[in-house]
């Protein structure tokens, strides 16, 4: 199982920039996907995350601006990031709560991440 993001890069400030993870292997099913984003020097931090029914929940930093929405048949979400700021500069991470064939339940699976620098 694992999960690619896609999408990364440098953008200028105002910038937009949209992000993409596909989740593959013997998956059976996946509740929640998300992204994460790790700053240097800071923690790994929500951005925003989606349930299998679309509910949502996002960071109050990116709320209004970020649009996260998944394909629940291609076990892909995608991070839409528009009106993009310096301080959103960081690794980004996909993550999925996932049910692997032959386990016994849920379980957190990451993506490596992909940059995104927000600079003039």
């Known amino acids: 199982v694992q999960l690619v993001e896609s999408g990364g890069g440098l953008v200028q400030p105002g910038g937009s920039l949209r992000l993409s993870c596909a989740a593959s292997g013997s998956i059976s099913s996946i509740y929640s996907m998300g992204w994460y984003r790790q700053a240097p020097g800071k923690q790994r931090d929500v951005v925003a995350t989606?349930?299998?029914?679309?509910?949502?929940v996002y960071a109050d930093s990116v709320n209004g601006r970020f649009t996260i929405s998944r394909d629940n048949a291609k076990n892909t979400v995608s991070l839409e990031m528009s009106s993009l700021k310096p301080e959103d500069t960081a690794v980004y991470y996909c993550?999925?709560?996932?049910?692997?064939?032959?386990?016994?339940?849920?379980?957190?699976?990451w993506g490596q991440g992909t940059q995104v620098t927000v600079s003039s």
């Open positions: 989606i349930t299998s029914s679309g509910r949502t």
């Open positions: 993550t999925g709560s996932l049910l692997v064939a032959g386990s016994t339940g849920f379980a957190a699976y």
